[in-house]
């Protein structure tokens, strides 16, 4: 699953599953363009993909801001002469119900996670047109599937992620696009470890996650980061409009049944 000639655009890709997604796109072939707003986390990213014998370029950008991230995609089509893929891993968390969220949270969380996500695909959709096609691909969540408490503003975003993205597939269907969502379950980033330090006993939180999953353990980012480059990839070819789960099996079981064995 090579990506020669390849150029692909990852927002948060300075860590967790988009930094492991620009690792194996550059360790097969792609040239990777990082937007983040991180800017520390992006150079370091880059700065290891060039070591290797990798191609990037990080832009620092804020997704909520359409100009920002036209600045970073105007800069990758000068840097790569062109876009092919689009990888969306720019994401946040935060806490709350329909009560006690409060706007700012709202508007910080659907900023990133929602905006972010139509930012990218309106500045780079015209580049895929240009090479005659190309894929995005939006990082969701389970809980853009079901939910949990507390989480009123991230659930929301990562649920109408799905609804840009099947409405991304069938617009630019007939231009050569492909859009696709893949749901993770727990994954070990930057995120889950700062979910878990707000508790008293973070070790809890890790252990309290590898129970959830059926296969007794949370993901790896590059797990994660294998099937999104699938759904970029060429091998994908007819996979359009679909959403992908990586839940390590959350999803499939029903809670509270008792174990037999």
Same mark, same amino acid.
């Given at each position: 699953m090579r990506f020669?000639?390849?150029?692909?655009?990852?927002?948060?890709?300075?860590?967790?599953?988009?930094?492991?997604?620009?690792?194996?796109?550059?360790?097969?072939?792609?040239?990777?363009?990082?937007?983040?707003?991180?800017?520390?986390?992006?150079?370091?990213a880059c700065e290891q993909i060039k070591a290797?014998?990798?191609? @990037?370029?990080?832009?620092?950008? !804020?997704?909520?801001? *359409?100009?920002? /991230?036209?600045?970073?995609?105007?800069? #990758?089509?000068?840097?790569?002469g062109g876009i092919n893929s689009l990888i969306v891993s720019a994401g946040i968390q935060r806490y709350g119900t329909a009560v006690s969220t409060t706007e700012e949270q709202w508007d910080e969380v659907l900023g990133v996670n929602l905006k972010g996500a139509w930012n990218a695909a309106r500045s780079v959709i015209p580049h895929l047109m240009k090479a005659g096609g190309g894929s995005i691909v939006n990082v969701s969540s389970v809980q853009a599937l079901a939910s949990q408490q507390n989480v009123l503003a991230y659930t929301v975003s990562k649920h109408a992620l799905l609804g840009?993205?099947?409405?991304? @597939?069938?617009?630019?269907?007939? !231009?050569?696009?492909? *859009?696709?969502? /893949?749901?993770?379950?727990?994954?070990? #980033?930057?995120?889950?470890?700062?979910?878990?330090?707000?508790?008293p006993d973070p070790q809890s939180v890790y252990a309290a996650c590898n129970q959830m999953h059926p296969l007794g353990r949370i993901a790896q980012p590059r797990e994660i980061a294998e099937v999104a480059?699938?759904?970029?990839?060429?091998?994908?070819?007819?996979?359009?409009?679909?959403?992908?789960?990586?839940?390590?099996?959350?999803?499939?079981?029903?809670g509270g049944v008792p174990q037999t064995s």
């Open positions: 020669d000639e390849k150029t692909i655009v990852v927002t948060g890709g300075a860590l967790g599953i988009g930094q492991a997604a620009c690792l194996l796109l550059a360790e097969r072939g792609g040239a990777v363009s990082i937007i983040d707003w991180d800017e520390n986390a992006g150079n370091a290797a014998g990798g191609k @990037a370029i990080f832009s620092k950008a !804020d997704v909520s801001d *359409a100009a920002s /991230v036209d600045e970073a995609v105007a800069r #990758t089509v000068s840097e790569f840009l993205t099947r409405s991304i @597939a069938m617009d630019f269907a007939k !231009d050569g696009i492909r *859009a696709n969502a /893949v749901c993770p379950g727990t994954v070990d #980033t930057p995120m889950l470890q700062w979910a878990a330090s707000l508790d480059l699938f759904l970029a990839h060429e091998s994908a070819s007819f996979v359009t409009g679909s959403i992908w789960t990586a839940d390590g099996g959350l999803l499939t079981q029903i």
